[in-house]
């Protein structure tokens, strides 16, 4: 019975990783399906600045209008992209989008956009990056590259030159989810960066866990020694938003300023009523 039982089993898990494969299959003509007929869609999430109370720019969030599943979630298609190389066009798609959205907007106002690590790899990356500055006829200090840690860590004969080559181009890097990576600190001494966002787990203990104040604390020092901006994000409460002032915080994003919104949300936000943060609200 054992081994009936177990080769029951097996028979289970063949049948699983079928399904799984062509469910990968289906997802992958259904991505490039997306591209062409322009199932992709950009929403914007504010930064607020606090020195001002102001928006300080947006970041740009894909998702993917699925004529039967609705709106998706990044996480549920980024990952089979990257595996697929189908990142690389979605990818183009993405920066040239948020440029053109961006250079419509006030002067003042920055756009972030996500890069994975296999788009930074990609010998387009820099040519994409001119074609949509030079499309949309948005400034280059406009744009900001947000990376991981990881982008830091593999690679460093490729990644630090491209880097440059960006800054050189007058582009803004931000180094994303910080804290989070495997890295030891030290890829910060000889890679240029102008922003650090501190990932929301670490914010969001900050009432309660001593720990978590103490981590803040110490990527507020990072930043003013390199002379980067800090971030925190995901900023769900208005304690959260009071304590994180009180560290000494540039720029904070979350929910509690404002969800990602699709464009003609942000831009009604951008010329109608002003986001306000707690101080100012009262
Ligand atoms: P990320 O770049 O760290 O973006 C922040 C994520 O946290 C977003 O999820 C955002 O909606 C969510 N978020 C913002 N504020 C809050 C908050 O207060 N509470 C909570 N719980 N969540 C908050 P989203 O839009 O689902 O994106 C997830 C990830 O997908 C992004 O993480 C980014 O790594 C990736 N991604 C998104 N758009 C792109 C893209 O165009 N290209 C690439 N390569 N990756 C992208
Ligand atoms: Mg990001
Ligand atoms: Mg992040
Ligand atoms: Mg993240």
Known sequence: AAKESGRSTYRFYEAEMRLAAERRHVMTAELWEALEKRQFELHYQPIVQLDNDGIGGF?????????????????????????????????????????????????????????????????????????????????????????????????????????????????????????????????????????????RSFVSGIETDAGNLAIVRAVVGIGSGFNATTLAEGIETEEQLQKLRAEGFSEVQGYLLGRPMPQHEAEALIHGRALKTASSRS
């Open 59 to 199: 970041e740009a969030l894909i998702r993917w209008r699925h004529p039967k599943r609705g709106l998706v979630a990044p996480m549920e298609f980024i990952p089979l992209a990257e595996e697929t190389g189908l990142i690389v066009p979605i990818g183009d798609w993405v920066i040239r989008e948020a440029c053109r959205a961006a250079a419509g907007w006030p002067a003042h106002l920055r756009i972030a956009v996500n890069l994975s690590v296999s788009q930074f790899r990609h010998v387009s990356l820099l040519s994409t990056v001119v074609a949509a500055l030079d499309e949309t006829g948005l400034n280059a200090d406009r744009l900001e590259i947000e990376i991981t840690e990881s982008v830091f860590l593999t690679d460093a004969d490729q990644s630090l030159p491209r880097l440059r080559a960006l800054k050189e181009l007058g582009v803004r890097i931000a180094i994303d989810d910080f804290g989070t990576g495997y890295s030891s600190l030290s890829y910060l001494r000889s890679f240029p960066f102008d922003k650090i966002k501190l990932d």
